[in-house]
Nanobody, 124 residues
Framework: QVQLVESGGGLVQAGGSLRLSCAASGRTFSSYAVGWFRQAPGKEREFVAAISQGGVNTYYANSVKGRFTISRDSAKNTVYLQLNSLKPEDTAVYSC?????????????????WGQGTQVTVSS
C-alpha cells in the first residue's frame, strides 16, 4: 500500500510559480506511475500530468503543456509538479495519484492510491 501526501500549494499572483510535491510512503514507490489531477470549485476533477515509473515518459493536458513540468526523485520517493506562468483558471485543489503501471494515464480509474490534495489559488 502507498500513502501519498501533497504539499506546496498556496496563493500566488497570475504569472507566478509554485512547486507541488507528492511524497510517498513505501519502498516500492518507484514501481508506480504517478499522475497529478486537479478539481476546481463546481467542476469535475481533471487530468493535469503524469509520469512513468522510471520518470522518462511524461504526459500533459493541453491546457498546461509548456507551463507545467512533472518530475520524480526516486531516492526521495517524491514526485514534483512545477507550475509556471500560472493563470487564474489554474485555481484548484491539486491531487497526486499512483497507479500500478509502467506508464501514466489520464484516466482516473487507472489510479489506485490518492492523496488528499493541496490548494492552489491564482489571483488576477
Amino acid at each position: 500500500q502507498v500513502q501519498l501526501v501533497e504539499s506546496g500549494g498556496g496563493l500566488v499572483q497570475a504569472g507566478g510559480s509554485l512547486r507541488l510535491s507528492c511524497a510517498a510512503s513505501g519502498r516500492t514507490f518507484s514501481s508506480y506511475a504517478v499522475g497529478w489531477f486537479r478539481q476546481a470549485p463546481g467542476k469535475e476533477r481533471e487530468f493535469v500530468a503524469a509520469i512513468s515509473q522510471g520518470g522518462v515518459n511524461t504526459y500533459y493536458a493541453n491546457s498546461v503543456k509548456g507551463r507545467f513540468t512533472i518530475s520524480r526523485d526516486s531516492a526521495k520517493n517524491t514526485v514534483y509538479l512545477q507550475l509556471n506562468s500560472l493563470k487564474p483558471e489554474d485555481t484548484a485543489v491539486y491531487s497526486c495519484a499512483a497507479a500500478i503501471a509502467l506508464y501514466g494515464s489520464s484516466r482516473q480509474t487507472e489510479y489506485r492510491y490518492w492523496g488528499q490534495g493541496t490548494q492552489v489559488t491564482v489571483s488576477s
